[in-house]
């Protein structure tokens, strides 16, 4: 059964990178039919999602975050990855990786998120 | 960008049918997909891709869509379906992006 698990650090200080793994088992983070994803959820609030990468090198990035949001997938791992630079107090959340679906619908495919891990609290510290 | 707004919060009393909307002016046309959220743990899918629901999740469970809105429909509401519920779809304007609705907190009475 496929099961994800985010790691990483729980306390980054400001202005510092976030950097968070995400482990995969039971489905390789190299196959050509899974794109992986990044959310966030700060205390209290809502999700926000922050980016997706495949195993090529594609991503896709949420475009309020795009200048500070790197992702990339380890094939020798079976892990994907989030870098979040320059971090404030606005990026303290519960972060969660997760899997896309996918349909393609006439010209696009169109992405869902069908397995999540537990999340991670990350406290973004002064 | 889509946004999809979502009413705060539900209230309905078991047994009863729960419905819980999601709206936007440039809607879902790749189909949305629907997320229970209880305190404290993950998000998990309860509907996708507007109205397909993943094994393991009751039949109680439905989604349509319809024009420019979204709803989840639950019926007979048990103490156990209450939990914030956000829908989410693919925006293809511009850079291909997720978005998900401000969430709906459904209490049961």
């Known amino acids: 059964q496929l099961q994800l698990q985010e790691a990483g650090p729980g306390l980054v200080k400001s202005s510092e990178t976030l950097s968070l793994t995400c482990s995969v088992s039971s489905v390789s983070v190299s196959s050509s039919d899974y794109y992986w994803g990044w959310i966030r959820q700060p205390p209290g609030k809502g999700l926000e999602w922050i980016g997706s990468t495949y195993y090529s090198g594609n991503t896709y990035y949420n475009p309020s975050l795009k200048s500070r949001v790197t992702m990339s997938v380890d094939p020798s791992t079976n892990h994907f990855s989030l870098r979040l630079t320059s971090v404030t107090a606005a990026d303290t959340a519960t972060y969660y990786c997760?899997?896309?679906?996918?349909?393609?619908?006439?010209?696009?495919?169109?992405?869902?998120?069908?397995?999540w891990g537990q999340g991670t609290t990350v406290t973004v510290s002064s | 960008s889509s946004v999809l707004t979502q009413p705060p919060s539900v209230s309905v009393a078991p047994g009863e049918t729960a419905r819980i909307t999601c709206g936007g002016d440039?809607?879902?046309?790749?189909?949305v997909h629907w997320y229970q959220q209880k305190p404290g743990q993950a998000p998990v899918l309860v509907i996708y891709f507007d109205r397909d629901r993943p094994s393991g999740i009751p039949e109680r469970f439905s989604g349509s869509s319809s024009g420019n809105a979204a709803t989840l429909t639950i019926s007979r509401v048990e103490a156990a379906d209450e939990a914030d519920y956000y829908c989410?779809?693919?925006?293809?304007?511009?850079?291909?992006?997720?978005?998900f609705g401000g969430g709906t907190q459904l209490t049961v009475l």
């Open positions: 989410q779809v693919w925006d293809t304007a511009g850079d291909p992006h997720a978005v």
């Open positions: 440039d809607f879902g046309r790749g189909g």
């Open positions: 997760a899997r896309h679906i996918r349909q393609w619908l006439v010209t696009h495919y169109y992405y869902g998120l069908d397995v």
